[in-house]
T-cell receptor, first 114, second 115 residues
Framework: GENVEQHPSTLSVQEGDSAVIKCTYS??????FPWYKQELGKRPQLIID?????GEKKDQRIAVTLNKTAKHFSLHITETQPEDSAVYFC?????????????FGPGTSLSVIP | GAVVSQHPSWVICKSGTSVKIECRSL??????MFWYRQFPKQSLMLMAT?????????EQGVEKDKFLINHASLTLSTLTVTSAHPEDSSFYIC???????????FGEGSRLTVL
C-alpha cells in the first residue's frame, strides 16, 4: 500500500520568509497529491493540490511541485504570515477512483514568527 | 465547497458503553467516506473506508468488531465504538471524497473521552 513521508516535522520561519515542506510517496500509481492545512482544533482544509499530468501549480503565495520520477512533491509558501502557522499534511491518492483512499503524511508543524 | 457535517463534536462516556458518531455529506452524494483517527499532534490515521451499500474496508490493525461502520445511504456514514475503553479516547474525523475533483472534505471531528 501507499506510504507517505514528510519532512521536516517542525518548521519555524520569520515572517516574510519562505517555507518549504517536502514529501515522498511509494505507490507509483498515485496521481493526485493534495495538501491540507489544519489549525488547532479544526478540521483539515485543502489548500492546494496537483495531479501527475503537471509538474507545478501555483496559487498566490502557495505553490506545489511534483517530480513523478523521483516520487516526491513539495509545498512552497512565500512571504509567510503569522496566520500561516498550522500543521500541514501532504497526501497521495488516485483521483479517478472515488473509492481510493487518501493516505496522509505525518505532518509538519509550521510556526511563523512575527 | 462541499460540506461534511459530523456529530457529536465531543462525547464523554463510561468504559464499556458504545458510542455512535455520524458523518453526513450535506450537499453532495458520497459513495465513499473515510474514517480517520488523530492523536494529539499526530497525523490522520486511516481506520476504514466506508462504502455505501456494502461492507467497510478496514485498515490493518483496526478491529472491525470494535469500530463498526455503517454506510446506509449516500449521505450518511456512522462509526460506532463498541465497548469503549480509555485507550479508545481520541479525535475521530470523517471525510468524503467529492467524486468530480477527488478532493476530500472533512467533518468537524468528534473528540471521544472514555472514563
Amino acid at each position: 500500500g501507499e506510504n507517505v513521508e514528510q519532512h521536516p516535522s517542525t518548521l519555524s520561519v520569520q515572517e516574510g520568509d519562505s517555507a518549504v515542506i517536502k514529501c515522498t510517496y511509494s505507490d507509483s500509481a498515485s496521481n493526485y497529491f493534495p495538501w491540507y492545512k489544519q489549525e488547532l482544533g479544526k478540521r483539515p482544509q485543502l489548500i492546494i493540490d496537483i495531479r501527475s499530468n503537471v509538474g507545478e501549480k501555483k496559487d498566490q503565495r502557495i505553490a506545489v511541485t511534483l517530480n513523478k520520477t523521483a516520487k516526491h512533491f513539495s509545498l512552497h509558501i512565500t512571504e509567510t504570515q503569522p496566520e500561516d502557522s498550522a500543521v500541514y499534511f501532504c497526501a497521495a491518492s488516485i483521483w479517478e477512483t472515488s473509492y481510493d483512499k487518501v493516505i496522509f503524511g505525518p505532518g509538519t508543524s509550521l510556526s511563523v514568527i512575527p | 465547497g462541499a460540506v461534511v457535517s459530523q456529530h457529536p463534536s465531543w462525547v464523554i462516556c463510561k468504559s464499556g458503553t458504545s458510542v455512535k458518531i455520524e458523518c453526513r455529506s450535506l450537499d453532495f452524494q458520497a459513495t465513499t467516506m473515510f474514517w480517520y483517527r488523530q492523536f494529539p499532534k499526530q497525523s490522520l490515521m486511516l481506520m476504514a473506508t466506508s462504502n455505501e451499500g456494502s461492507k467497510a474496508t478496514y485498515e490493518q490493525g483496526v478491529e472491525k468488531d470494535k469500530f463498526l461502520i455503517n454506510h446506509a445511504s449516500l449521505t450518511l456514514s456512522t462509526l460506532t465504538v463498541t465497548s469503549a475503553h480509555p485507550e479508545d479516547s481520541s479525535f475521530y474525523i470523517c471525510s468524503a471524497k467529492f467524486g468530480f475533483t477527488g478532493e476530500l472534505f472533512f467533518g468537524e471531528g468528534s473528540r471521544l473521552t472514555v472514563l
